[in-house]
Every structure is written in structure tokens, then in C-alpha cells.
């Protein structure tokens, strides 16, 4: 199998040499070229439609991380940025008060997300996460938090502890995802001064595979949380508007008291939630400070409320689920017929494929080939994170997709 031309990817470069001079690391976060592959993919984007994205060199790639989330639709999305710019030009969207949208959606919460009573409405994920811990030790009067998953870059939880005293953490425990024994230890010592479980209720724990419930996970969780006066909060920032309208909380049958979602509610533009049960949102009003100069502006709200009404009109979960479907099954056929390790996880909204840790390390050269294959054909996936699928994405860019995988696995198999 031949090995696929490497890219040009000049001006990313270029632009990179300049931003690590103006920027600490160029650029932040997981956005940094080492989050890929060093050297194959682009580093900075000039614009993006649909499913596809172009490079500043000229590069055209079907994308599946999705602006990593917030994308459900797809990339400038007509209809929302529209919305958008009427509101804008008509009636304007950053004001010394609140506009009646915040209304608008908070009620439309309710009908859609089972735990939706009361919603309070922030920026970011990280935003979303740490006032859900503030209102559950607000409300139970409790220090302790439990999590599994990842919650953003906030002192309580960030991996990396550079900068942040050890008392700002030191009394958050972490359990793994399906794992309720782990939990139930915790609880076990810790449960009387526990204020909150902060969990994903679908599994995508950073880098690693992907995971549904196990039989009895979710409700074990809720009955521990229901045991001790803890506060359970869903981390569905990744999964509501995504895996079904009202999060895995919907498509699972559990409820949580508290629930955090955001990126795909409104397609790209920042808004997150913390929403739940009255009695413990209460608690926001009553006695914390949650304030920010562009939590009220209006821009992100209509682009919610138009997403939302688009997701219901045009059933565009369905929709995904169906292409998603298809899509996995033929990706796992693919790696059936070569034998190199690769393994598929997820389900049709967001899957990953991964290689099997083997001794000799020989999976991380695997995993650097396959994905590299992969981007230099045209089809952007994260080697370190998994895959989104979005409205935009077509059959005929799924079908192209597939030919790339299998292209990609054939060289991955040759070559080991
Ligand atoms: C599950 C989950 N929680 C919280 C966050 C933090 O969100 P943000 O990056 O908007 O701060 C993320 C971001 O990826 C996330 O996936």
C-alpha cells in the first residue's frame, strides 16, 4: 500500500513560528500541534462549511471533531447565523440587562432534559462544572466531591497542577467510569461529607476508549448519591443535544439532581447550563454569586433557541444516529478484515478508534500511522480524542471515509 503524500502545511507553520513569539505555546490547550501528530496536521484553519474544513495552505478535510462538540449541525450553519445576525443588527445583544431569551430557553429546558426545573446560564463548560459543585456544597453544607470524567480547566479538577494550592483539590476523589465499587469505597469513608458526585453518564474518558453504562452503573450511582444527601450532577456538556435531545440521562432512564451541558445546544456559539431539581438551584439565588460581564448577552441564546428548533423540525439526532449506524458497522467490518488491533468504541454520535496497548509499545507507531494516513488524505480525526458525527456530514463523506480507513488500516497491516 502506498504511503499517502505527506501535506503542505507551510503557512500553519509559518503562523506558528509567529504565535509562539506572541502566544505562550503558540496555541492553547488541545489545540497544540502535539496534541496530533507533529509536523502532518495544519495548526491553523482559515475556513470551514458544512462537514469541511480548509487549512491555511489550501487544505480541504471532511472534519470529525466538530470544533471539538459544539458543531451537531454543522460548520456556519445558515439558519442559526442568521438568527444571530438579525438579533445583532435588529436589536442588538450585549446590554446593561438581561433580554427575555434567557426565559425562552430555560423553559424549553425544562420540557426537554428530565432534571431541567431551574437553569442558570454561563459561558463554558468549565463555568458550568464548578458552579455545579459550588450550588451542591452551597446546598448540602458538605466539602467533598467525587467525579469521574473530564470537567475543564478549573482548579478543583484540571490534570495538570501547575499553579493551584493542593487545598483546591485535595478534597475532589476521582473513580473511573463503571466502575461502582471504586465509588462505593469512597463513599464508604468519605460519604458523610460528601456534597456532590460529578460524573459523565455516558463513558469518554480523555484518550482512552469509550463506554456505555454497564447494567446497574448509573442507578448504583444515583442510589449512593440518594444514600449519603450527595448531589448527583451529569457532566452532559458533551452528550445532551447529542446522544439524544435530553442527554444520556434521557436515553439511559436515570435522572440526576443537577445537570451541566452545553457545547451542541447552540452549535458553536458559548453558552452552558447548569440545570436541575428547584430546590437545589435555589440555592444559586439564595446564597452564592454567580456573575459575569457576557453570561446575559443575548448572541448565544437565539443561537440556542434556533438550534433547538432546527434539532426538533429537521430530526436531526435520528438522523445522525442512522448515517452513525451504518458508519460504525462498516468501520468495524473494516477492522475485522485487518487484523492490526485497531478497536472501535462509542456509539454512532461519537466513536472512537483506538489500537490495543501491546507490550512492545508498537501500538502508539500504529496509532501514528493510521491517523497520519488518515489526515493526509483529507479526514481530519484527533489520534487522542474521538470522533463526532454531524448533521452536515454527507453519504458521500462518509463513504470517502470509509475507503480512507480502509486504505489506512491496509498500510497500518503492510507495514507492521
Ligand atoms: C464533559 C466535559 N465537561 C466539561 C468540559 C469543559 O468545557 P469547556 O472546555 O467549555 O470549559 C468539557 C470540554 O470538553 C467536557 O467535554
Known amino acids: 500500500m502506498k504511503e499517502t503524500e505527506k501535506l503542505n502545511i507551510t503557512k500553519s507553520l509559518e503562523l506558528y513560528e509567529e504565535a509562539v513569539g506572541l502566544v505562550p505555546g503558540g496555541v492553547l490547550g488541545a489545540r497544540k500541534p502535539g496534541d496530533f501528530i507533529n509536523g502532518e496536521y495544519p495548526i491553523f484553519l482559515e475556513t ?38 438579525r438579533q445583532i443588527e435588529e436589536k442588538g445583544f450585549c446590554f446593561t440587562l438581561t433580554q427575555k431569551y434567557q426565559n425562552h430557553l430555560a423553559e424549553k429546558l425544562t420540557r426537554i432534559v428530565p432534571s431541567s426545573e431551574m437553569s442558570i446560564f454561563l459561558k463554558t463548560g468549565s463555568d458550568a462544572t464548578t458552579a455545579s459543585i459550588r450550588i451542591a456544597r452551597a446546598h448540602t453544607n458538605k466539602l467533598k466531591v467525587m467525579r469521574c470524567g473530564y470537567h475543564g480547566w478549573h482548579d478543583w479538577c484540571v490534570e495538570m497542577k501547575g499553579g493551584i494550592p493542593s487545598k483546591f483539590y485535595e478534597d475532589v476523589y476521582e473513580f473511573q467510569y463503571n466502575r461502582l465499587d471504586q465509588l462505593e469505597a469512597l463513599m464508604a469513608v468519605h460519604g458523610n461529607e460528601t456534597a456532590a458526585i460529578i460524573m459523565t453518564p455516558f463513558g469518554h474518558p480523555n484518550h482512552q476508549k469509550m463506554a456505555i453504562p454497564a447494567p446497574g452503573f448509573l442507578e448504583g450511582a444515583r442510589d449512593i448519591a440518594d444514600k449519603y444527601g450527595a448531589v448527583l450532577v451529569y457532566d452532559e456538556i458533551r452528550t445532551c443535544f447529542r446522544l439524544s435531545m435530553g442527554g444520556a440521562q434521557k436515553l439511559y432512564g436515570v435522572t440526576p439532581d443537577l445537570t451541566v451541558l452545553g457545547k451542541a445546544m447552540a452549535n458553536g456559539y458559548p453558552i452552558s447550563v447548569v440545570t436541575g431539581k428547584k430546590d437545589i438551584m435555589m440555592t444559586a439565588a439564595d446564597k452564592l454569586f454567580i456573575s459575569s460581564t457576557f453570561f446575559p448577552n443575548s448572541d448565544a441564546f437565539v443561537a440556542a433557541l434556533k438550534t433547538i428548533e432546527i434539532l426538533e423540525r429537521d430530526h436531526v439526532l435520528e438522523n445522525i444516529w442512522e448515517k452513525g449506524e451504518r458508519f460504525m458497522k462498516d468501520i468495524q467490518k473494516l477492522i475485522g478484515k485487518y487484523d492490526v488491533g485497531a478497536e472501535l468504541t462509542g456509539v454512532p454520535p461519537m466513536f472512537y478508534i483506538t489500537f490495543k496497548k501491546e507490550e512492545t509499545g508498537a501500538y502508539k507507531g500504529k496509532r501514528t500511522d493510521f491517523y497520519t494516513q488518515l489526515i493526509r488524505k483529507g479526514f481530519f480525526f484527533s489520534p487522542y480524542h474521538h470522533a463526532y458525527i454531524s448533521f452536515r456530514h454527507t453519504e458521500e463523506d462518509l463513504n470517502l471515509t470509509l475507503k480512507a480507513i480502509e486504505e489506512s488500516l491496509a498500510y497500518v497491516k503492510e507495514k507492521y
Not at 49 to 74: A, M, Q, T
Open 48 to 85: 470551514g462549511k458544512g462537514s469541511r474544513l480548509i487549512d491555511v495552505d489550501g487544505n480541504e478535510f471532511v472534519d470529525f471533531l466538530c470544533g471539538y462538540g459544539p458543531i451537531i449541525l454543522g460548520y456556519r450553519e445558515e439558519e442559526v447565523d442568521k438568527a444571530v445576525c
